[in-house]
Nanobody, 124 residues
C-alpha cells in the first residue's frame, strides 16, 4: 500500500526557494516512478517533474527546467522537489504521485497513488 504525504509548502517571495518532500509510509516506495504535479486556482492539474524508481532518469516540464530539481531517497521512502528562482506563476497546490509505469509518464491517469497536496504561494 502506498500512502503519500507532502510537506514543505509555504509562502515565499519571488526569487526564493522551497523544498517539498513526499513521504511514503508503505514498503514498496522504491518500485515506483514518482512525480510532482501542480494545480493553480481555476486551472487544471499539470505535470511538473518525475523521477524513475532508481533515480537515474528524470523529466521536467519546460516551465520549470533549470529552476526545479526532483530527487529521491529510497532508503527514506521520500521524494523531493527543490524549487529555486520561484515566480508568482508557480503559486499552486503541489501534489506528489506514484506510478508503476516502466517509463516516466506525464499523464495523471498513469499515476495510481496521490497525496493530498501542499500549498505553495509565491508573492511578487
Amino acid at each position: 500500500q502506498v500512502q503519500l504525504v507532502e510537506s514543505g509548502g509555504g509562502l515565499v517571495q519571488a526569487g526564493g526557494s522551497l523544498r517539498l518532500s513526499c513521504a511514503d509510509s508503505g514498503r514498496t516506495f522504491s518500485l515506483y516512478t514518482m512525480a510532482w504535479f501542480c494545480q493553480a486556482p481555476g486551472k487544471e492539474r499539470e505535470f511538473v517533474a518525475a523521477i524513475s524508481w532508481s533515480g537515474g532518469r528524470t523529466d521536467y516540464a519546460d516551465s520549470v527546467k533549470g529552476r526545479f530539481t526532483i530527487s529521491r531517497d529510497n532508503a527514506k521512502n521520500t521524494a523531493y522537489l527543490q524549487m529555486n528562482s520561484l515566480k508568482p506563476e508557480d503559486t499552486a497546490v503541489y501534489y506528489c504521485a506514484a506510478s508503476r509505469s516502466p517509463v516516466i509518464p506525464r499523464k495523471e491517469d498513469e499515476f495510481a497513488y496521490w497525496g493530498l497536496g501542499t500549498q505553495v504561494t509565491v508573492s511578487s
